[in-house]
């Protein structure tokens, strides 16, 4: 089989799927890792910071190079993500469009792995809405608030994320984008390893295991985020 073949294969379109997922896994962990220094802010650390940490960790992420090279990185990680994604989506879709003779519900497979072409899909419209707030702001129109520290010019993105987090309907539908998130990872993590190849009965129960754990306490921390913001435990 060619290359070009495999890629466009069922089984090739499994395997992308699996790379990216993997890639974007990591990016959630440096993400989510970012985003949580908001919280440096809370009266049992330092509740002068006033977004410091955040603000500093954000400008870092956003000016060194390797970074700034590793966006691209993702961008068409993500996009590769979707494209694949929709592919098997479909695929899988004209497969089952006689259906079975017997529905076993959940005891075929859980409703959220059957469910990632809509949970992607919730994910995808939220990451546009989140792009437009933040990303577009502070890489395109730079059209936020700047700050100084230590003779060192950053733009203020803590003071974009309570004002954007002001408003309930944007924590509401940042909060729907959470859960989304967190049965996409709940299937997606365990999953993705599998496609590549960890895949061993011995270790099956504790790799999913620790999927459920990743999808939880990630998805969780990001909700907390736009929620701390809005009732003001974050200021």
């Known amino acids: 089989m060619k290359w070009s073949e495999f890629f466009t294969s069922s089984v090739g379109r499994k395997f992308v799927m699996g790379l990216t997922g993997l890639f974007l896994i990591t990016f959630l962990i440096i993400h989510v890792s970012i985003n949580a220094c908001i919280f440096a802010d809370l009266p049992i650390f330092n509740e002068n910071d006033n977004g410091s940490v955040f603000n500093r960790a954000a400008h870092f992420m956003g000016s060194t190079i390797l970074i700034r090279i590793m966006e691209v990185g993702l961008f068409a990680g993500i996009i590769l993500h979707i494209v694949q994604g929709y592919m098997l989506e479909l695929k899988n879709r004209s497969a089952r469009s006689v259906g079975y003779a017997v529905n076993l519900g959940e ?44 003779g060192v010019e950053m733009h203020n993105m803590f003071e974009e994320m309570k004002m954007v987090f002001s408003q309930p309907w944007v924590v509401i539908l940042y909060v729907l984008g959470c859960i989304s998130l967190a049965y996409h990872l709940a299937h997606g993590f365990q999953s993705a390893f599998r496609t590549v190849g960890v895949h061993n009965r011995k270790y099956n129960q504790l790799l999913t295991s620790i999927g459920y754990g990743f999808s939880i306490i990630v998805s969780l921390v990001f909700a907390l985020m736009p929620v701390a913001m809005y009732l003001g435990w974050v200021k």
């Open 107 to 150: 005891r075929g497979s859980k409703w959220y792995s059957r469910s990632m072409g809509l949970l992607g899909t919730i994910i995808l419209l939220f990451l546009v809405i989140h792009i437009s707030h933040f990303w577009v702001k502070a890489r395109i129109t730079h059209a936020l608030e700047p700050v100084t520290y230590n």
